[in-house]
């Protein structure tokens, strides 16, 4: 009863809730895998003479970046629509993967759900390789110290309060799901970002698109700092993408950039808990609604959830590794199942 | 026939080759997960005032490094010997994952071989953060040039010569079993290492040694640069390591280092194709051939397996990616079978 309500709550269900196919419930069965594995997509070669030292070998030649790493699992049997899970700031696909707390991640619902599933590492973070040249270039005084790039690590401190764990380290949110018990594993996770800026165009861009050619009807979930890349694929041209999830993205497109008329992913937005106490989020879901409503105009399928509205509470930023993860993941899937996706 | 006559080369055998147990050979099958996904080994914690730029947060705090990311498979029914694969240099742990033309990699043929798999991302690569905090120091003028780390990429011309695959970029050595075709896989693999030294103590070590505490009987498979860090695991007291694989290590322990009386583990080191052909190798070949003989002087079960000697010829250094890298797995597999391993 309950989870029908929720249902009906995010619209569009086109099915009674009988009608939606049956998905696996218990994480205890054995996971049936057809295939899986990895693969890069993209890269460009870069030419230097400050790659370092390997001895006996020149410190010149050539090497790839901008290539980005994706790890995916198919499930056995008959699949639904093929997911692609991006990552956001300071982190890597390993977010998505087993919570700190030693749950299934995402990764594995998703599968579970019989959705082929797509995880990347970002370009220049994790297993992608980042441009390494210029801060040996500077270290042999062959370009400036002001060259270098801004090498941008979240600490636990600012980590705490974007993803709204608390008001400020280490006071947490009353009421807040996120496994604090096992914090140490989420700042494990975190990783250094090399890249010139978070928020310039980016190969992710570009991998999405690559992507969404090779897996049709591919969804793209989204997480904070990642939300913009979807929504710029699409415009750039990836006519193939069935839906645009953005787990509270840092930036939606600003009302009248999106869709344009060749592209019309459905879309679902999506905000957790504590929302009106953080000036980082609260502006940022502001503008989500905003462009929801204008999408909604221009005849798209798009959904804005705020969690606690439809009576789910306690979600921090990092609602896939919150203690109701895999609720909030259902509430998606849902979403999707209802729109045969 | 070939398949015994193999087995009975690297020697060691315990049983009839009819008593070892059955094995799948069938890669068509689904894949039965009882368990999987990823952790975090270690780290320590760092405080800094350099942590890059998340406005409108201060950039001091807290972060942690010299964490380790592991990602495991556990197969569904009866296990046997867990094994942890380590990378070389240069790499993260998607050099075991799926082989530049698509075949599976080693960490899916020993899960197939029912064995549970670890797969980690060395410490500062990949997924395991390195320290950024001097490359701010020195960009804000706190600390001097030549405090930046040497950053090291291997070069594709350099990587040619260190991975055996020719004897200069981009000419292949006759019969060389890598697939060329698809080298660009391979170099989108490559990362830079940001580690003061590829040789200095590593937190690998602690690693393994944490790694083999929690999984009992753990066999442990490094490649390359990797190749000292089990063999000093054991040294430092890691006493639950049952084997340790080392695939064409960089070094292996000084004759009379090891082992000492505190941990026996068996050992098998393999060397591929064109070794005297290779300035590099060679030295390490022998000095390796030197260190097995003490090994078994001292009573240890340990093998030295160079593949052309066993009929299995054109092997690169990446032979977990060449084109009979399922070969080079099984042999591998019968060895700790033949083990009960």
Redesign the interface.
């Known amino acids: 009863m309950k989870k029908i309500a929720v249902v009906a709550m995010i619209g569009g269900l086109l099915q009674p809730v009988s009608a939606i196919e049956a998905r696996p419930t218990s994480l205890e069965k054995?996971?049936?895998?057809?295939r899986?594995?990895?693969?890069?997509i993209g890269?460009r070669d870069v030419s230097s003479a400050a790659?370092?030292?390997?001895k006996p070998?020149?410190s010149?030649?050539?090497?790839?970046v901008d290539?980005i790493?994706v790890?995916f699992q198919i499930p056995?049997g008959k699949t639904r629509s093929p997911i692609l899970l991006i990552h956001g700031?300071?982190l890597?696909?390993?977010a998505w993967?087993?919570t700190p707390d030693?749950r299934?991640?995402w990764d594995?619902l998703f599968v579970r759900m019989r959705h082929p599933v797509y995880v990347m590492?970002q370009a220049w973070r994790?297993?992608s390789?980042?441009d390494?040249?210029i801060?040996?270039e500077?270290?042999e005084?062959r370009a400036p110290?002001?060259a270098?790039?801004?090498?941008?690590?979240?600490?636990?401190?600012?980590a705490w309060?974007?993803f709204r764990l608390g008001p400020r380290y280490p006071i947490a949110h009353p009421g807040l799901k996120y496994p604090v018990a096992a914090l140490?594993?989420l700042?494990?996770?975190?990783?250094?970002?090399?890249a010139p800026s978070l928020d310039a165009r980016s190969p992710t861009v570009e991998a999405i698109s690559a992507l969404s050619q090779r897996e049709k009807g591919l969804v793209v979930v989204s997480h904070s700092q990642s939300g913009i890349y979807p929504f710029l694929a699409t415009k750039a041209g990836a006519k193939e993408i069935s839906a645009i999830i953005a787990i509270e993205p840092a930036s939606c497109p600003a009302v009248g950039q999106f869709p344009d008329r060749s592209a019309q992913p459905r879309i679902l937005v999506v905000f957790g808990d504590y929302i009106a106490q953080s000036e980082r989020w609260l502006p940022r879901l502001e503008a989500c609604r905003k462009f929801v409503d204008s999408a909604k105009a221009a005849g798209l399928d798009a959904v804005l959830v705020e969690l606690p509205k439809v009576g789910v509470f306690g979600n921090s930023h990092m609602m896939m590794q919150d203690t109701n993860s895999a609720q909030v993941a259902t509430i998606i899937d849902d979403w999707l199942a209802a729109r045969h996706l």
Not at 36 to 40: A, E, I, K, L, T
């Open positions: 054995p996971l049936k895998i057809a899986q594995g990895s693969f890069f890269g790659l370092g030292e390997i070998y020149p010149s030649g050539q090497i790839v290539q790493y790890r056995d700031c300071c890597t696909g390993a993967e087993t030693g299934s991640g594995e590492d994790g297993r390789a980042f390494p040249t801060i040996n500077v270290r005084g110290v002001n270098l790039p801004v090498v941008t690590s979240a600490s636990k401190e600012a309060e974007i140490s594993a700042w494990a996770q975190m990783v250094p970002n090399v």
